[in-house]
């Protein structure tokens, strides 16, 4: 018998009951559903990450639909729960969802949400924010200036890269992937244009073994599934250049971490930008050692004005399968539901599992 788990209860005589398994930012997501004649529970639980059992012990017998977390493991015993309590409706607060089986869910009749379009140019910025922290080995250098040993100017002192004429590389040029690309592409190469220099230029490459070889940065943003599981490994470390940075804002397990600390300790030049991890939270033995890795706690999203839209888009999922609206035809082009001065669309802004629920889809 799961122990009972704390609640904060809003607008309690709400007609559909929907579960936040986390506290999340901003307000709006909370008085959308709360307009929308729900009562809303937010889990206030002081455990990070919350087990299956805390989770069923939250959905309990009566549930229209949950908002979930990246850390919670969506499975056949969760979608059985929600479906026994009634519940038709789950969203994952991220864009991401490999937490989630959606195969069990379908086989519930559970639609699954999730959040693109709202994190894409955050999640780019860190990517590129950790190449050039990466590149210039900001990390290290403020390490040493907090522990008082900077004594004076030296001509070797912390030498990084330069990036002006290298080659960026992406693996998964998906939305995120692309907007990384922009990023550390388009204003600097404005910038060398005008002052007479090459300007930057960009290709497909014809296969990964190409961009292993070439790019002097490269940044990982695939989806995490069987075909990518261990994508950069041993080998794929060896293929790169002895200097390349290697940036991953995607999933941990897209890594082999372990072959990552042994080619970093083998290769001092070699740098990394990880905002995640395989065994997340925790980092294989040997990675918070390495001076030539800068780690972040899965961050790339933790923008004020996107966790407050995720947290939207997400609840908006939810709700929309509830009151039976159709879902929305473009998941990318969201901005209608994060106008804060309008009402959002009589939609679920984004199903993943929509085609085969047989969900409509809106014509707005
Ligand atoms: O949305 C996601 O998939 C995340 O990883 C959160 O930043």
Not at 94 to 106: L, R
Not at 206 to 211: F, I, N, Q, R, T
Not at 229 to 242: G, P
């Amino acid at each position: 018998m799961a122990k009972p788990i704390s609640i904060e209860v809003y607008n309690p005589n709400g007609k559909y009951r929907v579960v936040s398994t986390k506290s999340m930012p901003g307000t709006r997501w909370i008085n959308l559903l709360i307009e929308q004649d729900c009562r809303v529970e937010i889990c206030t639980q002081k455990k990070t990450i919350l087990s299956v059992e805390d989770i069923i012990a939250l959905i309990g017998d009566k549930c229209d639909g949950v908002i979930g977390q990246l850390t919670e493991d969506w499975g056949e015993t969760l979608f059985a729960a929600l479906s026994r309590a009634g519940g038709k409706a789950f969203s994952n607060m991220a864009v991401g969802y490999n937490n989630v089986d959606v195969n069990a869910a379908n086989k519930h009749g559970v639609a699954v949400g999730n959040t693109p379009g709202v994190l894409t140019e955050t999640t780019a910025e860190l990517a590129a924010s950790l190449s050039l922290a990466a590149a210039r080995r900001i990390v290290e250098a403020d390490q040493f200036m907090r522990a008082g040993l900077y004594d004076g100017w030296l001509p070797h002192l912390f030498v990084g890269n330069l990036l002006k004429g290298q080659t960026v590389g992406v693996i998964g040029a998906g939305r995120i992937g692309s907007a990384y690309a922009r990023m550390m592409t388009t204003s600097y190469g404005e910038f060398l244009k005008a002052n007479g220099e090459q300007p930057v230029t960009w290709k497909r490459a014809a296969s990964m073994d190409e961009v292993l070889r070439e790019a002097d940065v490269i940044s990982l943003h695939p989806i995490l599934d069987k075909t990518t599981y261990h994508l950069i490994n041993k080998e794929s470390l060896a293929t790169m250049k002895k200097e390349a940075i290697l940036v991953n804002c995607s999933r941990g397990p897209v890594v082999d971490e372990v072959a990552l600390v042994e080619h970093l300790k083998q290769n001092p030049m070699f740098r990394v930008g990880l905002d995640v991890f395989e065994d997340e939270p925790y980092m294989k033995p040997g990675l918070a050692d390495m001076k030539n890795a800068v780690v972040v706690p899965h961050i790339a999203s933790a923008s004020k004005w996107t966790r407050e839209g995720m947290a939207t888009l997400a609840a908006l999922n939810v709700l929309g399968k509830i009151k039976g609206y159709p879902v929305w035809g473009d998941p990318n082009q969201v901005a209608p539901f994060l106008n804060e001065n309008a009402p959002p669309p009589a939609a679920s802004p984004s199903i993943v599992n929509a085609k085969a629920l047989g969900l409509p889809v809106s014509k707005l």
